[in-house]
């Protein structure tokens, strides 16, 4: 079975920045997934197992960052310019599957997630 535990979430205002981490038990396909009080779960960003590829939804473009380090098999999001739609509880996902990862939502292990709360 595979672990994951994210960290860093918190309360930031407008503007301001975040990191998220996730440390997973192996070396995976990893994404990043939010969901706000009475909203479907959302793809925010992923990254293949190597790391070179990465993926993020428009509405974070240019303002966050996915990055892994598979020496430690964390997982990180850098979030920047923080508005207050993108406040949400934030899940770590990860997968076997390394492919499609631009459009997947069927991750087969999922964190518990983290509470990003952004004041206006």
């Known amino acids: 079975q595979v672990q994951l535990i994210e960290s860093g979430g918190g309360l930031v205002q407008t503007g301001g920045s975040l990191r998220l981490s996730c440390a997973a038990s192996g070396t995976y396909a990893m994404a990043w997934f939010r969901q706000a009080p009475g909203n479907k779960r959302e793809f925010v960003a992923a990254i293949s197992r190597s790391g070179s590829n990465t993926y993020y939804a428009d509405s974070v473009q240019g303002r966050f960052t996915i990055s892994r380090d598979n020496a430690d098999n964390t997982v990180s999001l850098q979030m920047n310019s923080l508005k207050p739609e993108d406040t949400a509880d934030y899940y770590c996902?990860?997968?076997?599957?390394?492919?499609?990862?631009?459009?997947?939502?069927?991750?087969?292990?999922w964190g518990p997630g983290t509470q990003v709360t952004v004041s206006s």
């Open positions: 996902a990860a997968s076997p599957r390394d492919y499609g990862l631009a459009f997947r939502v069927d991750y087969e292990f």
